[in-house]
């Protein structure tokens, strides 16, 4: 089994920042990919960014290239996702997920293996 667990989220003022943090345990853990998503009242799931975990090639959704930055650090076996420039459409429940059944970015969220209980993000207006 693998767990992860986020945290960073909070209340932030519209051009502010925040870092979320997801801590990747259990199984050995060699090679796979890190997602973030968000879901926002009443919409879909939504996908944010992804990172591979031993090369870091990454790839973002597109409302969030050039605010966003997915990072890890293979010795504390956390992820990172640094979100500048917030906006109150950035407003969701923010999801960390990994994938391991095949190492390839996916934006799809039915291609992830486990998923955190998710971390509350509110930026204000």
């Known amino acids: 089994q693998v767990q992860l667990v986020e945290s960073g989220g909070g209340l932030v003022q519209a051009g502010g920042s925040l870092t979320l943090s997801c801590v990747v345990s259990?199984?050995?853990?060699?090679?796979?990919?890190l997602g973030w998503f968000r879901r926002a009242p009443g919409q879909e799931r939504e996908f944010v960014a992804g990172?591979?975990?031993?090369?870091?090639?990454?790839s973002y959704g597109d409302s969030v290239k050039g605010r966003f930055t997915i990072s890890r650090d293979k010795t504390e076996n956390t992820g990172y996702l640094q979100m500048n420039s917030l906006k109150p459409e950035d407003t969701a429940v923010y999801y960390c997920?990994?994938?391991?059944?095949?190492?390839?970015?996916?934006?799809?969220?039915?291609?992830?293996?486990?998923w955190g209980q998710g971390t509350q993000v509110t930026v204000s207006s």
């Open positions: 259990g199984r050995r853990l060699s090679d796979y990919v």
């Open positions: 997920a990994a994938r391991f059944r095949y190492i390839l970015l996916s934006a799809s969220e039915t291609e992830y293996d486990y």
């Open positions: 990172i591979r975990w031993s090369g870091a090639r990454t």
